[in-house]
Each structure stands twice: as structure tokens, then as C-alpha cells.
């Protein structure tokens, strides 16, 4: 089998990635083991992000819509911030783009892919059933990016930060009409992190990310879970009667940073690349998958075109995602008094206000530095070791 595009990999990164080529006119192929049959965790999406990514939502995945995120600390103490969001039903999501990537010519197909070779200047996956022959291979397959791996690329800066992820469904009377999006930290977040949201009526998912413990991390829900049930009995009587209607597992990149994301006919995008965040994953995925077609018009697949793509990419999101793990580390290195403090200090206070969000960013820093002046130096650092 033979195209100009393959990509591997049905996140929404890669079927972005595949929608951008198709429109430069490549021959694209998609290939996914579990194509038709995916289960991706990730279901809330902010608006902000959304529009910043250049996605517009549609009405026909919405289930439920927020008021916006409140970042809670042990002591119960929350940051409110403002935005709106929407929590998703994937599967519908995933249709969506999937069809779209259809109508744009994509060819989706349910393989696996085994292996890697080169073949002249092109590039050779090997699948349990064929071998696909293609000019750009854009690895798009997750956290685990083998492919990359096999081409001799390592794709995140820090995989040791990658965060694992248990999300589960649940239902409890009244939990989905709540209409914030939490993020729990310190102690009450046993791992690292975890979140609650909304998803109408009374469904909700709760879900813990765990750093330094890879897979094993059922306990820690559990932990979560209990105390999560603690918190919501001051609002919810019948906190006792919730339900875990499935599971779902996964990893996220959020403090992993991109690393070697380009080489001659191969790129990695979304989650593979540290490219952490459904609608800036998909931003991701769209730029790669762009300078791939263009890069087929041009007659040149080379890693010097391709790094355009790792460019563009740097000037929209790079400081970004440094911030962001900048102020993760801080996090971590801070005590459950210094969380509270930080949480009654900023209480109140609308940090999203105005300018890029950068400056934001930058600006939130500089108020944790009034309340713990040591955390913008460790910012700073930070930044450094990025």
C-alpha cells in the first residue's frame, strides 16, 4: 500500500493532522488498531483554549456546559476563574472528525502498527496485515510513541513526568448540575492531581493523574474517591450512593514538554510530542499535519522543511506549556499550608483578565511571589531547566 501522508494514530491530534494534509491535496491514510471502538478520557474542554486553537465547537458533542474551573486546596480553600467550558461526549466528538477526515478523502483504516524501516527516501510501517509505504509518517499514537522511538527521536523533554491517568464515570443524584470544573491539589489529590467535572443531570467523571508510579495507580483513586465523597457530603446528602458506572485509563504529557519532534519524512504531534490539551493538541495536529502537505507540494520531506512545523508551533504555544510546567514544579515543591496560603491570597481575584495569556501566565506568578516570594525564583529556574 502506498499514500504521501501516513499517519498513525486516531487521537485528535492525529486526525487533525490527517484533515490538514488531505486539504493540501496529499494522499493520506490513517491507521488506528482501535479505530471505530477508541476510548479517549479527555472530555472537558474550555472555550478560551478552544478559540486560542482555532477549534469551534459544535453543538452536536456538547452534553454539558460550565461556568467555568475552580482550583481547590487541601484546606477547601478555591481559586475561581472564570470561563466557560463544555464537557464533551467523546464518542461523538471523535465521530465527528472522523467523518470530516472522511469527506476531506482521508482513508481510515483499523491496523496496527508493528514497525518501522526505512525504504530510500520514503518511510515503511509495517502493520499485522501489509506494509504501508509513505513519504511523511507522522506519528500521532500517544504517549507511547514507538515509532518515534524506532526512528531514533525522543520526542519529550521529561517522559519521567508523564502523569498517569484513571478516569471514572460516575452518577450520583444532582453531581452533573454542578457547574464548575475542580481541580483538587496537595494532599486531597493523592499523586499528583485530580479533577471533577460536570456532566449534566447526574453524571459526572472523576478523575486522579499520578506521577512515579506508572500504571499502578487504582489506589490512589481510591483514596481520592473517598475523600472527594467527604468534601461533596456538604452538598450532596446521599454522597454515599454514588456510582462508578466505567473506567477509563490513560497518561498525560502535561509538564513532559516537547523534545525531537521532526526528522527526514517523519513527524510527531499530540500527545507522542508533550503536546498536552485536547484543543491545543489538535492545534498541534493541524499545523503538522499542514506542513506535511506543503512539504509534498514543495518536493521536500526533508527535516530541515519539516522543521517549520516545530517553528510555527513554538511561536503560538512554547511559552505556554514552559510556564505551565514551571508553575506544575513550583506546585509540587509546596506544602499544604503554602498551598492555602497561596489559595486564600488569590481567592477572589480574577487572574485571567485581561492580556496574552503568557503575560497571564507571567502575571500569576508574580502574585504567587507576593504570597511566597521563593516561588518565582523557582519559576525561573524552572524556565532554565526547560
Same mark, same amino acid.
Given at each position: 500500500m502506498k499514500c504521501e501522508v501516513l499517519v498513525v494514530g486516531a487521537s485528535s491530534a492525529g486526525i487533525m493532522a490527517a484533515i490538514a494534509s488531505a486539504r493540501c491535496d496529499a494522499k493520506v491514510v490513517l491507521i488506528d488498531k482501535g479505530l471505530g471502538n477508541m476510548s479517549?478520557?479527555?472530555?472537558?474542554? /474550555?472555550?478560551?483554549?478552544? *478559540? %486560542?486553537?482555532?477549534? /469551534?465547537?459544535? $453543538?452536536?458533542?456538547?452534553?454539558? $456546559?460550565? =461556568?467555568?474551573m475552580r482550583i481547590i486546596s487541601p484546606g477547601c480553600h478555591a481559586i475561581t476563574i472564570p470561563s466557560i467550558g463544555y464537557f464533551l461526549d467523546r464518542k461523538r466528538f471523535d465521530d465527528f472528525y472522523l467523518q470530516r477526515a472522511r469527506s476531506e478523502g482521508v482513508s481510515l483504516l483499523r491496523l496496527e502498527a508493528k514497525d518501522l524501516k526505512p525504504l530510500g527516501r520514503k518511510k515503511c510501517v509495517i502493520t499485522g496485515q501489509d506494509e504501508i509505504e509513505a513519504d511523511v509518517v507522522i506519528d500521532a499514537s500517544g504517549i507511547r510513541p514507538a515509532l518515534a522511538w524506532k526512528n531514533g527521536l525522543s520526542p519529550m523533554l521529561h517522559p519521567e513526568d508523564i502523569a498517569w491517568a484513571m478516569e471514572a464515570t460516575v452518577e450520583l443524584h444532582g453531581l452533573g448540575e454542578e457547574r464548575f470544573f475542580e481541580y483538587y491539589v496537595g494532599s486531597i489529590a493523592p499523586g499528583w492531581k485530580a479533577t471533577f467535572s460536570p456532566g449534566g443531570n447526574d453524571r459526572a467523571t472523576l478523575g486522579v493523574f499520578v506521577r512515579? %508510579?506508572?500504571? =499502578?495507580?487504582?489506589? /490512589?483513586?481510591?483514596? /481520592?474517591?473517598? *475523600?472527594?465523597k467527604r468534601i461533596k457530603s456538604k452538598c450532596h446528602e446521599n454522597v454515599d450512593d454514588l456510582k462508578i458506572i466505567s473506567l477509563a485509563y490513560g497518561g498525560d504529557p502535561i509538564a513532559a514538554l516537547p523534545g525531537q519532534i521532526v526528522s527526514d519524512g517523519f513527524m510527531v504531534t499530540g500527545g507522542a510530542a508533550g503536546q498536552s490539551g485536547l484543543a491545543y493538541g489538535m492545534r498541534a495536529g493541524a499545523i503538522c499535519g499542514q506542513i506535511a502537505g506543503e512539504a509534498l507540494r514543495a518536493g521536500d520531506v526533508s527535516a530541515n522543511f519539516l522543521n517549520r512545523y516545530e517553528t510555527i508551533w513554538r511561536s503560538e504555544f512554547y511559552w505556554e506549556y514552559r510556564m505551565g510546567r514551571a508553575a506544575l514544579i513550583t506546585l509540587m515543591g509546596m506544602n499544604d499550608k503554602e498551598i492555602d496560603r497561596l489559595a486564600r491570597s488569590l481567592s477572589g481575584k480574577n487572574l485571567f483578565s485581561r492580556g496574552s495569556l503568557f503575560k497571564k501566565t507571567f502575571c500569576t506568578g508574580t502574585n504567587l511571589a507576593l504570597v511566597k516570594p521563593k516561588i518565582l525564583f523557582d519559576l525561573v529556574r524552572s524556565l532554565a531547566r526547560g
Open positions: 479517549h478520557p479527555a472530555n472537558t474542554i /474550555f472555550q478560551g483554549m478552544a *478559540l %486560542h486553537a482555532g477549534l /469551534f465547537l459544535e $453543538k452536536s458533542y456538547i452534553i454539558n $456546559k460550565l =461556568e467555568g512515579g %508510579h506508572q500504571q =499502578e495507580i487504582h489506589g /490512589f483513586f481510591q483514596r /481520592f474517591l473517598s *475523600l472527594f
